[in-house]
């Protein structure tokens, strides 16, 4: 079993840039895909990113590609969500997810919030 509590939400202006950090707890970590998905306000969760347990391997939905980057440090047990050029509809609370690639679902945290100003 792993906890996972992320950190690094807030707010920022439209063409802005924010980096979500995930730290999990335990000795596995390294043992599991890592994933960062979230959910707006009246909307269903949506995936966003993914990275294999090596780190070697990433996943993101279309609408992120090329603005954010997904990436881990399996000797820290963290992973991290850099996000640039934010828009508004980015705007959300983000869950990091631990699980199985490429729909690492299986643990989620607590989430934080992210929000972009127009």
């Known amino acids: 079993q792993v906890q996972l509590v992320e950190s690094g939400g807030g707010l920022v202006p439209a063409g802005g840039s924010l980096r979500l950090s995930c730290a999990a707890s335990g000795r596995t970590f390294s043992s599991y895909a890592m994933g960062w998905s979230r959910q707006a306000p009246g909307k269903e969760h949506e995936f966003v990113a993914a990275?294999?347990?090596?780190?070697?391997?990433?996943l993101y939905t279309d609408s992120v590609k090329g603005r954010f980057t997904i990436s881990r440090d399996n000797a820290k047990n963290t992973v991290y969500l850099q996000m640039n050029s934010l828009k508004p509809e980015d705007t959300a609370v983000y869950y990091c997810t631990a699980g199985t690639y490429p729909t690492p679902y299986d643990y989620w945290g607590q989430g934080t919030q992210v929000t972009v100003s127009s």
């Open positions: 990275i294999t347990r090596s780190g070697g391997s990433t």
